[in-house]
């Protein structure tokens, strides 16, 4: 089993430094122009407009209520040029897509090695909300071996975020979400109560994870602000700028501010690589190279570190909770510019 472990560990390893490469090298050898960077939007978003495969989430209710028609690309880079196409002006709730931005929370404040010891940064190969995986990891391998992109890890990663009250832990999650969007976003109230009145599955996982010590107190708590804040609105421009800002090294390439620590961005970016599109994560990999992160209320950001930040919103999901419209238009968009960072050039 050790054997096992370690192998994961190379891998998350592997993936942390060609990140890293990444960042360092991107800057240099991106060279899109303007005009060829809207044309890839254009193009994208004519592509895929009448598209009608998917449909809403629906088991939180409010999501089933939410427009299926809504469909914006925004792509920022890191002169902070913004591109859009489309509705970038509706909003729907972030849901999944805060994981990213909570583990970068802690972190920020306890180091990256807080997130890889406590929760884990495996993929877990099953569902965003499993609980058999909380077993698996516990029974079988014997430690730490989630991520804080699925429920258990990310309402554990929530417990993680310092605060002396819920109140000083929800604005401390919520100041930094804004940070990254370079302005003040705010809780779809009727979201989260929809949520909130829906969630026993993930109250369950809270106190399993109580009982397991990856939560150290107050589960209901941590179970709670991690309901508030996938209930965050935010509109396609506000997410494909919080990823312009990881693809920025942490700093928002519009309001300048210092986010996040340079140095954490590339663990953050492993952990989305490996695990952000629920169980079809290595599918999108394996098709874009981007890190990327989806969220059952229709939204995916991915990231091109030193190119650009994208994002689309379009609510009708895949079996697997992704959004079918914003996968295939970041597809386009990120091979038509060169935004794979594990594309080799030939001479």
């Known amino acids: 089993m050790s054997g096992h472990k370690t192998v994961r560990e190379r891998l998350y390893l592997v993936a942390t430094t060609l990140t890293m490469l990444a960042l360092a090298a991107a800057p240099a050898v991106w060279a899109q122009t303007p005009a060829e960077i809207q044309a890839a939007l254009d193009a994208a978003f004519a592509k895929y407009k009448g598209l ?3 449909k809403n989430a629906d088991y939180i209710p409010a999501l089933a209520k939410v427009d299926p028609n809504i469909y914006g690309i925004a792509l920022v880079n890191p002169d902070g040029k913004v591109y859009t196409a489309g509705d970038v002006k509706s909003e729907v709730s972030i849901q999944s897509i805060s994981k990213v931005f909570t583990m970068a929370r802690v972190m920020e404040e306890q180091g990256p090695d807080a997130i890889a010891n406590t929760i884990g940064v495996d993929s877990t190969g099953m569902r965003f909300n499993s609980i058999v995986s909380i077993e698996f990891s516990q029974k079988a ?10 429920n258990p890890g990310a309402i554990a990663a929530t417990s993680m975020v310092k605060g002396a009250s819920r109140a000083e832990v929800w604005n401390s999650i919520l100041g930094f979400y804004s940070d990254f969007a370079g302005r003040p976003l705010l809780v ?3 979201v989260f109560k929809s949520e909130a009145d829906t ?3 993930n109250q369950a996982i809270g106190y399993l994870m109580y009982a397991y010590g990856y939560i150290k107190a107050n589960p209901m708590q941590a179970t709670d602000v991690y309901t508030e804040q996938c209930s965050v609105s935010v509109n396609a421009k506000d997410l494909a700028m919080m990823a312009a800002t990881l693809a920025n090294a942490g700093k928002n390439p519009v309001t300048g501010k210092q986010v996040m620590k340079a140095e954490n961005v590339s663990k953050v970016l492993a952990v989305m690589a490996t695990a952000g599109l629920y169980d079809d994560t290595g599918k999108w990999l394996f098709r874009t ?10 939204g995916i950001i991915a990231v091109s570190p030193g190119k650009f930040g994208i994002a689309v919103i379009s609510p009708p999901l895949d079996d697997a909770g992704n959004s079918i419209r914003a996968q295939r238009a970041i597809a386009d968009i990120s091979n038509a510019l060169g935004g794979n960072p594990y594309a080799v050039k030939t001479k």
Request: glycine share 28%; no cysteine; hydrophobic share 25%.
């Open 141 to 150: 391998l014997g430690g730490p071996e989630m991520n804080a992109l699925v």
């Open 188 to 190: 779809n109230q009727e």
């Open 289 to 298: 190279g981007l890190p990327g992160k989806s969220g059952v209320g229709g």
């Open 52 to 54: 009608q495969e998917g």
């Open 199 to 201: 969630n026993q599955r």
